[in-house]
C-alpha cells in the first residue's frame, strides 16, 4: 500500500509540473509586447545602453519605448538607434554602432529604441 501511495504522489507532482510549464509558457506569450530591459555592468550585443552616473548600465531591447527615471551620462547602441528623453523634453539621438555622452546633471524619462 505505501508503494502505491508513493507511486500516486510522484505522479500527481509530475502533473502539477507539468501543467504548471504549460500555464507558464502561455503567460511569457502573452507578454509579447513587453521590452525586457534589464540592469547590468555592461552593454550587452544587440541593446541600447545608458550608462548611470553610479557606473551601472541599462539595457534596453525591443523596439519602442523603455520607461526610466535617473541621470544618465553616457549612452552605446550596441545595435540599433535609439534617442534618450529627458525630463524636459529635450533628447540626444544615438546613431546604430556608435557612442556618445549624456548630459548626466538631466533627469531622463525614457529611451526609444527605433526598428
Not at 508513493?6 to 505522479?11: D, F, L, P, S, Y
Not at 504549460?22 to 544587440?46: E, F, I, R
Not at 519605448?65 to 539621438?93: C, E, M, P, T
Amino acid at each position: 500500500m505505501q508503494l502505491i501511495k508513493k507511486h500516486v504522489t510522484r505522479i500527481a507532482v509530475v502533473f502539477a509540473l507539468g501543467v504548471g510549464v504549460l500555464g507558464g509558457g502561455s503567460s511569457t506569450a502573452s507578454a509579447a509586447g513587453v521590452n525586457p530591459q534589464y540592469w547590468s555592468n555592461k552593454c550587452d550585443y544587440g541593446r541600447a545602453c545608458i550608462y548611470g552616473v553610479s557606473g551601472r548600465v541599462f539595457n534596453a531591447d525591443g523596439c519602442g519605448n523603455n520607461s526610466i527615471h535617473g541621470n544618465f551620462d553616457y549612452a552605446k547602441a550596441y545595435g540599433n538607434s535609439f534617442r534618450v528623453w529627458y525630463q524636459d523634453n529635450r533628447w540626444d539621438l544615438v546613431p546604430a554602432w556608435t557612442e556618445r555622452t549624456l548630459d548626466g546633471s538631466n533627469l531622463v524619462a525614457k529611451v526609444e529604441v527605433y526598428c
